[in-house]
């Protein structure tokens, strides 16, 4: 399945959001600041990065059921997005 801007959508303002935040980390690790902190906010982006994958396997669920319901056949499988979910998980 070809992924474009209209497909990913929410996600792709996620990883821009996480992205932010990433760089906002390294920030706080060059300038020193308190491992507690870090690690919050570290674990905020890789929550982000989650939630962003997720929201690209709905996606993916998504398009591939409506293709289905116009009588197309589906850019991938529910075995393929299956596995895309679990290398998520």
Excluded: W, Y
Excluded at 42 to 55: E, I, Q
Excluded at 56 to 85: I, N, S, W, Y
């Amino acid at each position: 399945m070809q992924m474009d801007e209209t497909l990913a959508g929410d996600a792709l303002a996620r990883l821009r959001r996480a992205n932010g935040q990433l760089a906002g980390v390294i920030a706080m690790i060059e300038a020193g600041e308190d491992c507690v902190k870090v690690l919050t906010q570290l674990a905020a982006v890789s929550k982000a990065l989650d939630r962003a994958g997720f929201k690209l396997v709905a996606t993916g669920l998504r398009h591939c059921q409506a293709a289905q319901q116009r009588g197309e056949e589906p850019p991938m499988d529910l075995a393929e997005l299956e596995k895309l979910f679990l290398a998520l998980a």
